[in-house]
């Protein structure tokens, strides 16, 4: 058996996102703890990372900004009836520069390579032996499943590819709806790294979770050569599936009587309508260095994860709307009307800070769904 590891500070279980970030933050700011790292993969696994600029507050973005390996200055959107190019800073970074910058962080031997098989609020054990004991434990390990809550799903497969004599796309496409309605709203996404590579991604907002990785590469191939592109290489993939909350209880999401830490997905702290963790991952890890010293450091953590949760309501709202009253054939007509609001609007609403004035916009005039069956929808769910 493994012997047991010496007492830390700080134990981060999970190197995804939020405790990548969690580790940096404390790093930079607080080298007087002993902040260890347990994941079994590679720190931030395999994945890209998209933001507007204004998703960050400007005394977060330290933390971020040595991560970037992209940016433009605006984006496109695509629909049946209305294309647009908004003027605002996009980024994105990258899993392999949240890896480098962790391990150049932390001191050797403080990222380990293994899985925690039971945690707890002073300690964790190791998938292969050992105990990690620890001041505070904090868990980042991710969505897992979540029985306690009524989701739509937000399921993609994205490749790298590299396209013979360039591809043309100058700007990002976030949303790039012109495509085929299968499987509830669909869209795909476009990240021009350089003149010959760009990420595609082929999303679905769905009912189920179920990702057809297969089809998603069909489609991602039948994309490419209707854009005329001769693709050569693909250098990269990624596929996942986010939750997009319509209905649930935190309280039942995170009981008071789990007295250990959470941060990131795992602490219901992702935007309910689009699945997006980021913003929330980096104003926590941003925080972490203050709070750590200051009274019941769990509890402290929850309630936050609870005021944000709260904050969300009207964003779980738009949800039921979206999934519960929208034929899944003509959700698109939804986010064709979102991308009609001014950018400001649209930049509060992805870094989930809509205004009283930004709710009101989006709920009045003609709706893209039933009204009938958006009220009977809104009735049935407990969206709190």
């Known amino acids: 058996m493994t012997a047991d590891l010496p007492r830390c500070d700080i134990a981060i279980v999970g190197g995804g996102l939020a405790g990548g970030l969690a580790a940096l933050a404390l790093a ?70 949240l890896a480098e910058a962790v391990a150049a962080a932390l001191p050797g031997g403080h990222i380990i390579a293994d899985r925690a098989k039971h945690v707890a609020p002073d300690h964790l054990l190791l998938s292969r032996g050992g105990r990690l004991s620890a001041k505070h434990v904090i868990d980042a390990r991710g969505a897992g499943k979540f029985p306690t809550l009524d989701c739509g799903w937000q399921k993609f497969v994205g490749q790298a590819l590299t396209v013979a004599d360039g591809h043309g796309v100058e ?20 990240l021009p790294f350089d003149a010959e590579t760009i990420f595609v991604e082929d999303t679905c907002y769905s009912d189920d979770a179920d990702l057809d990785v297969a089809a998603a590469r069909d489609r991602i191939a039948t994309y490419a050569a209707g854009r005329g592109w001769t693709v050569t290489a693909t250098t990269r993939e990624e596929s996942g599936v986010l939750p997009v909350v319509v209905a649930g209880d935190f309280e039942r999401l995170w009981p008071a009587s789990d007295r ?32 750590v010293d200051h009274g019941d450091f769990p509890a402290i953590l929850r309630d ?37 609001l001014s950018p400001r609007l649209i930049a509060r609403f992805y870094a989930g800070r809509s205004a009283g004035g930004d709710k009101l916009r989006l709920l009045v005039g003609r709706p893209p769904v039933p009204v009938g069956r958006a009220i009977s929808a809104l009735a049935k769910l407990d969206w709190r």
Request: no cysteine; hydrophobic share 40%; proline share 6%.
């Open 28 to 97: 930079a700011r607080r080298p007087d703890l002993d902040v260890r790292l347990v994941e079994p993969e590679p720190v931030g696994g395999n994945h890209i990372w998209s933001f507007f600029d204004s998703d960050i507050a400007r005394k977060d973005r330290w933390l971020v900004g040595p991560l970037v390996r992209h940016h433009w200055q605006g984006y496109d959107v695509r629909f049946p009836s209305h294309e647009r190019r908004i003027r605002m800073g996009y980024k994105s970074i990258t899993s392999e520069a």
């Open 171 to 190: 700007h990002p496409v976030v949303m790039d709806a012109t495509v085929e309605q299968i499987d509830g709203y669909r869209f795909v996404y476009l």
């Open 260 to 291: 250990t830490g959470r941060i990131g997905v795992r602490a219901g702290a992702f935007h309910a309508t689009t699945g997006y963790s980021l913003p929330d991952a980096v104003r926590t890890a941003a925080a972490l260095p203050a709070l």
């Open 304 to 340: 936050r994860a609870a005021a944000s949760w709260r904050r969300q309501r009207f964003y779980r709202m738009l949800g039921a709307m979206l999934f519960r009253s929208a034929d899944p054939d003509e959700r698109y007509r939804i986010f064709e009307r979102f991308y009609r």
